[in-house]
T-cell receptor, first 115, second 110 residues
Framework: DGGITQSPKYLFRKEGQNVTLSCEQNLNHDAMYWYRQDPGQGLRLIYYSQIVNDFQKGDIAEGYSVSREKKESFPLTVTSAQKNPTAFYLC??????????????FGQGTRLTVV | GQNIDQPTEMTATEGAIVQINCTYQTSGFNGLFWYQQHAGEAPTFLSYNVLDGLEEKGRFSSFLSRSKGYSYLLLKELQMKDSASYLCAAISGGYQKVTFGTGTKLQVIP
């Protein structure tokens, strides 16, 4: 079955450590996105990639980094520079550049907690 | 700038009808969509409105007024499983910019 997979579902990190969140899709989608969700706030865009080997900063990119070496993979690294990393992280993909709402898929999310 | 407003929480009774409102202010507006999200899970697509008017899909309907910057999601014959957050989002700038609202947490009670 085609879909988008995030792993792990729960992740704990010690303060000062970098951590990488995985996002893999087998939908052959060109575009992939990373969002952060906090209580009382809407989804906020961290980074997006419209094509392999290219990515752009979103609204809250500071303290995060990404790579897009393969079409199916868009890992997100939360660095120690991110001051408030505890949040629910959602990855999404869309068939073509631009967020096609009717055809976009979200992963199940990763809940990151800094301890 | 981009701004979307929707109520934080709502409560409704099983079997009833509930309307969740959303107002938006965006430049280069292209369309508005609604997602349902159960706690700790992925958002799932409900509807997408581009033109003014009402789109009906089973128990769920969505309305858009572009001139008023207003949308609503109507849920009929509420079921307990409809308890979830409902996210309103506007897409603009040639489909490159998506702005999400904070979500409305709906609680359905017996």
């Amino acid at each position: 079955d085609g879909g988008i997979t995030q792993s792990p579902k729960y992740l704990f990190r010690k303060e000062g450590q970098n951590v990488t969140l995985s996002c893999e899709q087998n939908l052959n989608h060109d575009a992939m996105y990373w969002y952060r969700q906090d209580p009382g706030q809407g989804l906020r865009l961290i980074y997006y990639s419209q094509i392999v080997n290219d990515f752009q900063k979103g609204d809250i990119a500071e303290g995060y980094s990404v790579s897009r070496e393969k079409k199916e993979s868009f890992p997100l690294t939360v660095t120690s520079a991110q001051k408030n990393p505890t949040a629910f992280y959602l990855c999404a993909s869309s068939p073509s550049p631009g967020f096609a709402a009717t055809e976009a898929f979200f992963g199940q999310g990763t809940r990151l907690t800094v301890v | 700038g981009q701004n979307i407003d929707q109520p934080t929480e709502m409560t409704a009774t099983e079997g009833a009808i509930v309307q969740i409102n959303c107002t938006y202010q965006t430049s280069g507006f292209n369309g508005l969509f609604w997602y349902q999200q159960h706690a700790g899970e992925a958002p799932t697509f409900l509807s997408y409105n581009v033109l003014d008017g009402l789109e009906e899909k089973g128990r769920f309907s969505s309305f858009l007024s572009r001139s008023k910057g207003y949308s609503y999601l109507l849920l009929k014959e509420l079921q307990m499983k409809d308890s979830a957050s409902y996210l309103c989002a506007a897409i603009s700038g040639g489909y490159q910019k998506v702005t999400f609202g904070t979500g409305t947490k709906l609680q359905v009670i017996p």
